[in-house]
């Protein structure tokens, strides 16, 4: 019999109720119960039954279809996390935290939650915040209006920093859901931004907004900014993200070539299209092939058109097999593939671009065309600033994502840093999820905490409503596919040797959450394991080894009825 002690010492007034007997609860299992007009989620691991909110913060995922992890869960459709004990969000993507109650298991074994009623108003909860406290002379900044830099500035503060706190952004709006431009181009920044105006307000963050840093200079500890003014620190974080690459090509500076990475160039793009509008889209990157998903519904009566080097999309990065799954879903819908050519002149009027000469001598007509062309890091104001770069403009950094200069981190697409789930190489990955969690990090860090990284990878995309997602990393060599890909219910798992390094899913939820896990709780999957039943593995709860216990397979009451399904849209476009 447990006690969770997560108490609300808020005070106002308070609900409680029995919800079900301990008995109905086995060891590591969920059970989602009525309370009041409301639901809780309890969960039940190493005795202990704990009370939480029963969605995830980010899209509102069911979390009793989630993965139960040592003391924690994680949300089955963008891997973010959530401690059971503090409903505190450990890993990401999202902002906010889930509701926690109190749990107390009466003498006759019936399970009474007790919950303060403004819990009950909200799936999510915002952690405890400090604000600026003028008698602290301290100054932190962020270089950086992405995710990396919004969580860090918000952890700072949940952490009891209370010096001057400035966010350098580039765009001259406040940080945004920028993953929601690839599904949808004509957003405004209200209904999008990461949090309201007055957040920043309260909490003492200093948004210098339409700025960017020129400079860095580490022996005064001076950021410069583009209009000669600077902005002295103590501690430096610097998430500046990418900027889409642009092709020196014969006629690339004509009109209606776009590159999308900000609210900005969603605009101008969507101003472009029309319903007749002919569309070429270069690349066939996860932003390129989101956008040819986004403009046939719009283009109905014109034509949506992607150029590609390889001859299968993601070839390598999700394998053929699935890469040629992928190429026919667009087919389906009438968007056209042209593979293995490239482009060698976009031809037009001498104003905008009327055609795209390819490679193989066609040419496809246009009247806007949509660079997905990859990314370069936006590091080029940091040469001459003593913080050591890379060839390629990342920056390379510690456990701790601190770079070579003392106080000074680095974190989101920039960082090349230790992942965890591919025995701590440093890696670069743009992911939107894991530059939360590079905020998080830096943030404890520039905070003295000591905090190291222990990152896995988790990456998804929605593609003509059906959801890919992966977790993991790290190069393999065989592909072991489960399930039906033509049906697109199938599990692709990627091995290096034996091992198991990375899994794509496709309904299949939550599996690609529950690899996610066994990988951050130190347990491997191998190839050995999927030869009899390939989905096995992921019914035998995760220890705090990873290794599988010697327990009966988790169990939950029952999986939660069909949610509407999360906003179709990958976390690629970090820009943090």
């Given amino acids: 019999m447990g ?11 308070f609900v409680e109720a029995v919800v079900c007997q301990e008995s109905e609860i086995q060891e590591n299992g969920m059970k989602v ?27 509102g995922a069911p979390l009793i279809n989630g993965a139960l992890g040592d003391g924690r869960i994680r949300c089955p459709w963008h891997g973010a996390c959530f401690n059971l004990k503090t409903g505190d969000i450990e890993d990401f993507p999202g902002l906010d935290s889930i509701p926690c109650y109190e749990v107390e298991i009466q003498s006759g074994g019936g399970v009474k939650v007790r919950a303060n009623k403004r819990q009950l108003e909200s799936s999510k909860r915002v952690k405890d915040m400090k604000t600026r406290d003028p008698k602290n002379d301290n100054v ?8 990396a830099g919004q969580v860090c500035a918000e952890t700072l503060r949940q952490e009891g920093y209370t010096g001057r706190l400035v966010v350098v952004c580039a765009e001259s709006v406040p940080p945004y859901d920028r993953i929601k431009l690839s599904k949808q181009l004509n957003w405004t920044i209200d209904k999008i931004q990461l949090r309201p105006d007055a957040f920043y307000k309260e909490h003492g963050i200093e948004l210098m907004l339409g700025k960017e840093a020129v400079s860095v200079d580490t022996s005064k500890n001076l950021v410069t900014l583009d209009d000669n003014s600077t902005v002295t620190y103590n501690s430096l974080f610097i998430a500046t993200g990418s900027v889409p690459r642009k092709p020196d090509t014969p006629g690339s500076d004509l009109e209606n070539i776009f590159t999308l990475r900000n609210l900005s160039d969603a605009g101008r793009i969507s101003k472009a299209l029309t319903a007749s509008s002919k569309v070429v889209i270069i690349g066939t990157s996860f932003i390129g092939m989101e ?57 037009g009027d001498g104003t905008r671009v009327n ?25 080029g104001f940091l040469k001459g600033s003593g913080i050591t770069m890379n060839a390629n403009g990342s920056v390379p950094v510690n456990e701790f994502l601190e770079t070579n200069c003392l106080g000074v981190y680095a974190g989101g697409d920039i960082a090349e840093a230790p992942v965890y789930a591919a025995n701590d190489q440093k890696k670069t990955i ?51 596919i489960a399930g039906d890909v033509e049906s697109l219910k199938f599990a692709c798992y ?59 397979p988790a169990t939950t009451e029952e999986s939660a009825p069909a949610a509407a399904e999360e906003t179709p849209a990958s976390d690629t476009p970090s820009a943090n």
């Fill in 494 to 552: 990627y091995c290096s040797g034996d091992r198991v390094v990375a899994i794509c899913t496709v309904g299949k939820d939550p599996l690609a959450a529950k690899f996610a896990e066994l990988i951050y709780n130190g347990g491997k999957l191998m190839k050995r394991d999927l030869a009899e039943d390939p989905f096995a593995w992921a019914t035998i709860p995760i220890a705090a080894t990873g290794k599988p216990q010697e327990a009966t």
């Fill in 33 to 59: 119960c009525e309370f009041g007009r409301d639901q809780v989620l309890l969960v039940k691991q190493k005795g202990v039954i704990s009370a939480v909110g029963t969605k995830c913060s980010h899209y």
């Fill in 140 to 147: 932190f900044v962020i270089i950086g209006g992405g995710p």
């Fill in 291 to 347: 956008m040819a998903a986004a403009c046939i519904s719009t283009c109905s009566e014109g034509s949506v058109t992607v150029i590609g080097r390889s001859d299968v999309p993601f070839s390598e990065s999700l394998g053929k097999i699935v890469g040629s799954r992928i190429a026919r879903l667009f087919t389906e819908k009438n968007v056209k593939l042209m593979t293995g050519v490239t482009v060698s002149e976009y031809e």
């Fill in 355 to 379: 055609n795209v000469a390819l490679s193989d001598g066609s040419k496809i007509p246009a009247d806007v065309v949509i660079l997905g062309l990859g990314s370069t890091f936006a590091t």
């Fill in 430 to 480: 743009g992911h939107w999820g894991l530059a939360h969690y590079h905020g998080k990090i830096a943030a404890l860090n520039m905070m003295s905490a000591s905090r190291p990284l222990k990152a896995v990878p988790f990456f998804w995309t929605m593609l003509f409503g059906t959801s890919f997602r992966y977790a993991g990393h790290g190069s393999y060599d065989d592909t072991v």
């Fill in 3 to 13: 006690l969770n002690n997560c108490k609300d010492r808020s005070g106002g007034n």
